[in-house]
């Protein structure tokens, strides 16, 4: 007897950013304000950090909140409605429910039932995990229209007086819709792990400690040299494979839009890259600090709403954290 052969979906042959949505915390909190837990000062985090303030959201709010209002934004944006919504994807760390996922809440807040959802954990590069994701899947033919969601409500996790990493952190979410395209609009992703330095970017206790063994709220630690020297060094060969598997040159590049971690990793990544003067570059992280997740869509939201990045522009971005993970792409502004 003849086996049947499957039939396999296919989709169009590229995929582009349509629309772009994002939100900050509502709270501005200065240096000043953290500066005196940690026994510092605003002129030490503005050296080590280039950050200047945070934005972080209300008590009443919840990160559903800010990946809601993010992912309308984003929809409306690329001229769309929740029904266009084929598939959502919610980046964030910060989600408290194990289950369900967070992704299909907001699925069913957005009008997009019954697109599928799922979240991801990839912290830092959440986002860029998403878009790689998103691209692959409306090129299948699996989704036409998928929403990619970075939120993070990092202040739920803060210990005002941990030096390593609760300073810099901010609240925030940034969203797009990839959909088809005639031309590419999203350039391979280049991503990978490694876990053997899981410890460099922590959580204080599990759960299931803070729950068993009395164990204090679980709050967010780093180790702060090791992460650096990761984020500087060895990320510039990861931007540059992006850049070559787009068929690009660093002269090609128009915007450089690396996670927001810290201004001297974002100076050293350019160096190291060797960018040419022309390449405009995200700099989100003085105003909002390090919103995981969501840093580098809020990063682009700034550009484009500035006026320094522009529709069509070719822009890099690359994320990277706890993990240790890492994704890069080069993609088409919407």
Avoid at 83 to 94: K, N, P, Q, R
Avoid at 151 to 163: G, H, L, N, V
């Amino acid at each position: 007897m003849t086996r049947p052969t499957l039939t396999q979906s296919s989709g169009p042959a590229h995929s582009r950013i349509l629309g772009l949505g994002a939100v900050r915390g509502e709270n501005v909190v200065t240096n000043d304000d953290v500066a005196g837990p940690i026994d510092s000062s605003d002129e030490w985090i503005r050296q080590r950090t280039g950050i200047v303030t945070r934005r972080r959201a209300r008590a009443d709010q919840d990160v559903l909140d800010l990946a809601e209002a993010a992912g309308r934004a984003a929809i409306a944006d690329a001229g769309l409605v929740g029904a266009d919504i084929d598939a959502v994807i919610l980046s964030t760390v910060t989600y408290f429910h194990q289950t369900p996922a967070g992704a299909a809440v907001l699925a069913d807040r957005l009008g997009a039932t019954p697109a599928a959802a799922y979240d991801i954990s990839a912290a830092c590069a959440g986002y860029t995990y998403g878009i790689g994701q998103a691209d692959a899947l409306v090129r299948s033919g699996a989704a036409r229209n998928v929403l990619v969601i970075g939120a993070e409500k990092m202040s739920d996790f803060i210990d005002p007086t941990d030096r390593s990493i609760s300073f810099l952190l901010g609240d925030g979410a940034g969203a797009v819709v990839v959909g088809p395209s005639d031309t590419p609009g999203i350039g391979p992703t280049v991503w990978g792990s490694d876990g053997a330095q899981a410890q460099a970017i922590r959580q204080t206790a599990s759960w299931k400690d803070a729950i068993e063994n009395g164990e204090p709220w679980p709050t967010l630690r780093q180790e702060g040299p090791t992460v650096f020297k990761w984020a500087a060094w060895q990320m510039a060969p990861v931007a540059a494979k992006a850049i070559a598997a787009a068929g690009l040159t660093p002269d090609d590049v128009d915007v450089f839009v690396p996670h927001q971690a810290n201004m001297r990793i974002i100076d050293q990544l350019i160096k190291q890259l060797k960018l040419p003067e022309h390449v405009v570059v995200g700099r989100d992280i003085a105003d909002t600090g390090n919103t995981s997740a969501a840093s580098i869509p809020l990063a682009i939201e700034r550009l484009k709403r500035e006026g320094t990045a522009s529709s069509g522009d070719l822009a890099l971005q690359i994320g990277f954290g706890a993990g240790l993970v890492y994704a890069a792409q080069v993609v088409v502004l919407p």
